[in-house]
């Protein structure tokens, strides 16, 4: 999700004056495919992490059970914090295909590399979320609500209502991509960045989550999702594709608009 990189460029020449750099930002000598490895490790991680809090604090007789908003908006925080660590230095580990495509619409990544992204990304949050199954394997089975078990795969409104479902989520991500820029545009101590972005997520779960569950990513949802209605559940329903388009186009409509804004503000 979301350390911001400047524009990706493999032929580029590297910079001089490190100090100045965003923590993060590809290395001018990383290959493409090691920049699609990167960020299918790093969303992996994201979701094994993320979905895996949703997992302890829903699923019955979790040691986890009932740890409540606070607890999974802050480990999703914390799963953002690690993926960027992992990733950051390669790919600029964005992890989010929303941002993936707004950095490349304002010139700060190459369309070319924006497929193999968007696919890494995917894919990682779909192994990520295999993995979260496999973790709790013994508890889907003592788990009765089929409801409970998707979320933690994917987001579901609290209250279904269309317009008002997208409005969340752009409003969501955009304050996401507005305040990733932001942070990537000052000049930080080592290792602040990743906090600041980390950070943000938190702020943007406990302040915006509540209406649809903040997907604010198109791969944190989409990949999940697909991987509720191909692995065996025990006692799982439906995956709600009627609902699967909320949390991937009003996601890259409030990037592109938190992108345009940012860039249209601070240049």
Known sequence: MQ???ERSDTHARPKTKKHHQAPGRPTAMATPMSQYLSEFIATGMLILLGNGVVAG???NKSKAQGAGWGVITAAWGLAVLIGIY????TSGAIMNPA?????AAIGKLSWAVVPGFVLAQIAGAFAGATLVWLAYLAHWRVSDDPALKLAIFCTAPAIRDTKANVLTE??????LTFGA????????????????VGLLVVVVGMSLGGPTGYAINPARDLGPRIAHALLPIAGKGGSDWAYAWVPVV???VGA?????AFQAAYG
């Open 3 to 5: 350390k911001i990189p």
């Open 256 to 260: 592109l608009i938190g992108a345009f």
């Open 181 to 196: 820029l932001a942070i990537g545009a000052n000049t930080l101590a080592p290792g602040m960045g990743p906090l600041g």
């Open 170 to 175: 752009v409003i969501g991500t955009f304050a």
């Open 57 to 59: 604090a829903l699923l």
């Open 250 to 252: 009003a996601p890259i």
């Open 86 to 89: 992992i990733a950051g230095p």
């Open 99 to 103: 941002l993936t495509i707004a950095l």
